[in-house]
């Protein structure tokens, strides 16, 4: 089979394609043919090896030689134990755990997966399975009046969170760079701010925050907040995370506002809910851009420094258009 390997950390040029062995299923495993993989921030983090948590499988060089973790295609084989699925099925799912999704095949846990929705691409359903545990439950706070800032507005999971937040009748400032404000305001964000000529930190204050690009101090992001208010942010460098989790217990605890870590729980009980949604036509998918396995590195490229509208998705066997 052809994969997108590497063999250092690096730029997304250390990044090629070979010809792979076609892996093989284990007990509670489902081997599936890959028609498309959404392109994560953890994909960013870890062909860089940075931060410092991205290298837990390989300290010195990648663990795993092939990236990608949102994958959508059909079931190719299916190990001894797997009872939920058959060979041809349409599935989607997370394999972060295992990671592999920028190849033709791909193994994912058995748990990992779900049904495809029949009225979703393979590209939309592809965008689903890590962006969108990340929005709901990083806006589960989002209520009628309520005031939201989405940081990092622009891409996959805070394309979704604007909505979501929208949708529960929250009043969201959303910040990206200059290029997105005027999509973050078709998504419904009320206000957009240029995190580049505006500190976000001085607005609001607000009520919630969810934080996709954490890189300020624990006490920018008190002031920013309402008394009573939460902060939350999705990784970032390591010392910034341990700041939110020691300095933002300690700060929040005084000032009367809450400062943490989002800790996602990730699986098709969470993401089958935005794909309902979705259905429902209550929520958008964006997909900014479509590439082929080929152009893995560009797709990286574009969405690591920050020109994706939405998502971006490696179209693996060009079919990912099809439902």
Same mark, same amino acid.
């Given at each position: ?13 250390? +990044? ?24 994560? +921030? ?28 949102? =994958? ?173 989790? =020691? ?31 979705? +259905? ?44």
């Amino acid at each position: 089979m052809r994969a997108v390997v590497y063999d250092a950390y690096g730029p997304p040029d250390v +990044l090629r394609v070979e010809e792979m062995p076609k892996p093989a299923p284990g007990p509670d495993q489902v081997l599936v043919e890959v028609a498309a993989a959404s392109v994560n +921030l953890s994909d960013w983090e870890g062909l860089h090896g940075t931060p410092a948590y991205a290298r837990f499988g390989g300290l010195f060089r990648p663990g795993r030689r092939v990236l990608g973790s949102d =994958i959508a295609g059909w079931v190719d084989a299916v190990g001894s134990e797997v009872t939920r699925f058959r060979p041809g099925d349409a599935v989607y799912g997370d394999i972060l755990t295992l990671m592999g999704g920028f190849a033709e095949y791909a193994v994912a846990p058995e748990s990992a997966l779900a049904h495809k929705p029949a009225s979703l691409t393979f590209a939309e359903a592809s965008t689903l399975p890590q962006a969108g545990p990340i929005a709901l439950q990083g806006t589960a706070a989002a209520d009628l009046g309520r005031r939201v800032l989405v940081n990092g507005g622009g891409g996959g999971s805070g394309s979704f969170a604007i909505q979501l937040a929208k949708q529960a009748g929250a009043h969201v400032t959303a910040v990206d760079n200059a290029g997105k404000l005027d999509y973050m305001r078709s998504l419904g964000a009320d206000e957009v701010i240029d995190y580049r000529t505006e500190d976000y930190t001085r607005t609001g204050p607000y009520d919630l925050i969810l934080d996709l690009v954490a890189r300020r101090s624990v006490f920018a992001y008190c002031r920013a907040l309402a008394r009573g208010g939460r902060y939350l942010c999705v990784g970032g460098p390591v010392p910034r995370v341990l700041a939110v989790l =020691i300095g933002g217990a300690v700060v929040g605890g005084l000032s009367g506002r809450r400062i943490g870590l989002l800790l996602v729980r990730p699986g098709p009980r969470y993401f089958e809910q935005l794909a309902d949604r979705c +259905l429902a036509g209550e929520i958008d998918i964006h997909i900014d851009r479509t590439f082929p396995l080929d152009e893995v590195p560009e797709a990286l490229a574009v969405h690591g420094e920050g020109h994706a509208l939405g998502k971006v998705v490696i179209d693996i066997a060009g079919r990912a258009r099809e439902a």
